[in-house]
C-alpha cells in the first residue's frame, strides 16, 4: 500500500527529477546527458543538476522510509494506539516550542557563518539539540493512547539528560558573562562588582529559604530578570573589551600578572 | 459521507494554562500561525512602502543625491523594496491568509504537519529580520565594493534563504493539506477557487524559490573568495535574482489574488459561478504562465532569454486569460443578486483590473522594438501586479477576518484604505509605464544617469509616482489600523456573508453534491 507520506516524498523526488533534467537541457547539456545521470553525455551546469538529483534521492529515501514505517497507515495507528480502529480523525498537535527554538538554531548558524566560528558551532549544537528533543517528542506523544503516561515516559528518558545539559550550559554562559564583566571592570571595580553580586545571590537565597510562602512566579521572575542582566552586562562587557593588562616584575618568569587602572 | 470533527488534544495534560507569550511562540493552530505570518507581512510592507516611497521621492532629482548620497545607497534601498514587498510582504500574507483559511475550505480539522508550519513561519521571520539587518548595515543586493560591505552582502544572501525556506516550508504545509486532508467528498474539483489558486500558486513557488535560493548560495559561494569553487556571479547579483521580481514570475506570486476575488464574488452575488471548472482551468493556465524560474540572464545562451519566443508569448498569452477570468467574475457578479456590493468584492474586483494592467504592461514590455526591458515599465509591471496581490489580501482579510480573529471590524475604513491603495499602485504603474516609454531605466546602473532619469520630460511622472507612493503607504497603514480596531471589535457572527464554502461552517458538516458553493453543505448537528 502507498502511504501518504510516500505519496508526497514521490512526488518531491518527482519534481526533483524533473527540475534536474529541466536544468540540464535548459544549460548546455546534450541529448542523453540529463537523462542517463551524465553516463552518455554532458549534463550542463553540473552542480544545478547534481543539487537536483542528490535532493531526488533524499526524498525517494524519505519515501522509502514511509513505506517501510507504515506512516499514516490507519491499521497502524490502531495498531500502536492499542484500539480496534483508527482515529476518524487526525489526533490534534499540540503546542511545541522546538519550532521556534529550531529556527533561532538556523538563524545562529546562518549568522554564525558571516560574524563568527564560533558562532556557527553554537548554532549547530542548537540544532542538533532541537534535533533531538523534536524527534523525542513526536515519539513519546505517539507511544501509547494515554497523554500522561505519554509525558512520563518522555520525562523518564530525557530528564536525566536534560537537566545536567542545561545545568551546564546555564552555569557556564553565566561564568563566562561574569568573567567578561570582571575583565572590563577597572580593578577596584572589579572587586565591587563581585562583592556586590555575591551579597545579591547570598541576600536572595536567604530571603527565599526564610519564605518559603513566597510564589513560585515571584521567584521564576527575579532568577530570569537576575540571568538576562548578567547576559547582557556579560555581552556588554565583552564589546567593551577587556582592561588593560601589564606584566609586573620584568616578565621573566611569566607568574606574575598585574592590572593597570 | 465523511464527518469533519474536533480531535481531542491527545498531547497535553491539560493543566498548565500557557501564558499569552508562550502560546505566540509554542502555538501549533493554524489560525494563529496565519494571523502571525499577516501580522509580520504587514510590519514588513509598511517597512517595504517607506522604503519605496523614500526612493520615489530620490528619483524626484538625481543629479544631487540629496536624500542618500550615493547610487549605491539608493540601489540598496531600491532592491530593499522589491525583494521586501514580495518576499517579506505580500507572499508572506498569502501564505498568512491560506494557512488561516485553506484548512477550513477544504474541511480539514487543521493545517497539516502543524508544527512544520510554525517552523517555517520563525524560519521566515527570523530570516526577515537577518535580511533587513543585512540592508541597514550596508550589505543588500549590489554589487560589494563603493559602500556596500561583503560581509553584510552576505549576510542578506543568507537571510533571504531562510526566507526562501520558510516560505517553501509553510507551503509544503498548506498544500499537503489540500492534497491529503480534504474532507470526504471534497474533491479538487470541488475545493474553492482560493484553496486551488493557493495550490497551483504553491506548486509553482516550490519549483522556483528554490532556484532563487540556488542563485543566492551561488553567489555566497562566490562572495567567500574561494577561487576553487568560483561562478563569476558576485558582480552580478541583482542580475542573478531580479527574474523572481518580474515577468512571468510575478504573476505565480498574484495568481491567489483569483482565488480571492473568485471565492467573494458568487457568495456576495448570491450565484454560482457560470461554469467553477471553467475557472479551475484558466488558474491553472495562469500558473503554468507564470513559471519564471528560466527567465534569468545566467541561462542566456545565444539570443538572450528574455528576447526568445517563450517568453514573449507567456507575455501576450498572459493577457487574454487574464481578461477570461475577469469575464468570469463580471458575468457571475452580473446574473447574481445586484444589490449593493459589499468593500471586499469591489476590492477584489480592482485587485484582477490592477493584474489585467499587469499582464497588458508585461505584454507591451515584451514588445522587442519598443525596448522597455531595461526601463521602469519593468518596475510598473511588478508594481501593478503586486500591488494587485496587495489589494486582494486587503478584500481578503476583510472578508475572512471575521473567521479567523473572531471579531468584527470597521468596513468602511477598510474599503477606504483598500481605495487609496488600489489608486497608489495606479498612479505609480502608469507613471512608470509612461516613464519607461519616454525611456527613463530601471535603476539597474552603477551612476546617477544610468540609474533613472537622464534629465528629460519624465519628472513630472516622478512626481505623481511620489503621490502613488504615499497613496499605497497610507491604504496600507489604514488597513494595518482596521486590523488594530478589529482586536477591539465586538464578537464576529459565524457566518457575517451568508457563504455557503465550508470555512463558515460551524459544526459538523457533510459535502453532498458537485460544487462547494451554495447548496452543497448541509449542516449536520450544529
Known sequence: ??????????????????????????????????????????????????????????????????????????????????????????????????????????????????????????????????????????????????????????????????????????????????????????????????????????????????RPNIPRRVVSTVLILSCVAVLVAGIVAAATGEREFHQKGGGSGGDHVEVGE | MTETETAADTTRTGDVVPTALEAAVTTTDHLRIGRAWIASGVLFLVASLVAGLLVSLERMDLSGMALFGSVDTLFRLWSAYRVGIVLLAVVPIIVGLATAVVPLQVGASSVVFPRAASLGFWVWAMGAAITVTGFL??????????????????????????????????????????????????????????????????????????????????????????????????????????????????????????????????????????????????TALIGLLSFGAYAQSAFDIGTPIREQAIFVVEAFLIVPVVLAVLAGLVDTWRRGSGGRPPAPLVLSMLAVLLLLDGAIVGAIRAVSPLDLLETSATGAQMTFTIGGVLVAVMAGTLWWGDRILGRVAPQGLGFVSGLSAAAGVTLIGVADTISGLLGMNDFTAGDAIGAGSPGSVVDIFNVVAVVGAALLLVGVMGWGLTGLRRLRGAEAPADPWGGHTLEWATGPVEVTSDSPLLDVIAEVGS
Open chain 1, 1 to 210: 500500500m502507498l502511504t501518504t507520506g510516500f505519496k508526497l516524498w514521490f512526488g518531491f523526488c518527482a519534481a526533483a527529477v524533473s527540475a534536474a533534467v529541466f536544468a540540464g537541457y535548459t544549460s548546455g547539456a546534450t541529448e542523453t546527458g540529463p537523462i542517463s545521470l551524465g553516463w552518455k553525455g554532458g549534463v550542463g551546469h553540473h552542480v544545478t543538476y547534481v543539487v537536483f538529483v542528490v535532493a531526488a534521492a533524499v526524498f525517494g529515501l524519505l519515501g522509502i522510509m514511509a513505506v517501510a514505517f507504515r506512516d499514516a497507515d490507519s491499521e497502524s495507528v490502531a495498531e500502536v494506539l492499542g484500539v480496534d480502529t483508527a482515529p476518524p480523525v487526525q489526533p490534534k498537535v499540540g503546542s511545541s516550542v522546538w519550532p521556534a527554538l529550531g529556527a533561532m538554531g538556523i538563524a545562529t548558524v546562518v549568522v554564525g557563518l558571516v560574524v563568527s566560528s564560533a558562532l556557527f558551532v553554537v548554532g549547530l549544537l542548537l540544532l542538533v539539540a532541537v534535533g533531538l528533543e523534536w524527534t523525542m517528542a513526536n515519539w513519546s506523544e505517539k507511544a501509547t493512547g494515554d497523554p500522561v503516561a505519554n509525558r512520563e515516559l518522555r520525562e523518564r528518558l530525557l530528564r536525566p539528560i536534560e537537566i545536567p545539559v542545561l545545568a551546564l550550559v546555564g552555569i557556564g554562559v553565566l561564568v563566562l558573562a561574569m568573567s567578561r564583566v570582571l575583565l572590563a571592570s577597572s580593578v577596584n571595580g572589579a572587586v565591587l562588582v563581585a562583592g556586590v553580586v555575591g551579597v545579591c545571590v547570598f541576600g536572595a537565597a536567604f530571603l527565599f529559604s526564610r
Open chain 2, 137 to 282: 548595515i550596508d550589505g543588500g543586493l549590489g554589487t560589494p565594493g563603493g559602500t556596500s560591505r561583503t560581509d553584510a552582502v552576505a549576510l542578506t544572501l543568507l537571510g533571504l534563504l531562510m526566507v526562501i525556506g520558510g516560505i517553501c516550508c509553510s507551503t509544503v504545509c498548506i498544500l499537503t493539506t489540500i492534497v491529503a486532508g480534504r474532507t470526504g467528498g471534497m474533491t479538487l474539483s470541488r475545493i474553492p477557487l482560493f484553496a486551488w489558486t493557493v495550490l497551483v500558486a504553491g506548486s509553482i513557488w516550490l519549483v522556483t524559490l528554490p532556484v532563487l535560493a540556488a542563485n543566492a548560495v551561488l553567489i555566497y559561494v562566490d562572495l567567500s573568495g574561494r577561487s576553487a569553487v568560483a561562478f563569476g556571479v558576485e558582480d552580478t547579483i541583482w542580475e542573478q535574482l531580479s527574474w523572481a521580481f518580474s515577468h512571468p514570475q510575478v504573476y505565480a506570486f498574484a495568481l491567489p489574488l483569483v482565488g480571492i476575488a473568485g471565492d467573494i464574488v458568487p457568495v456576495a452575488a448570491r450565484r454560482r459561478h457560470g461554469s467553477h471548472s471553467t475557472l479551475l482551468v484558466l
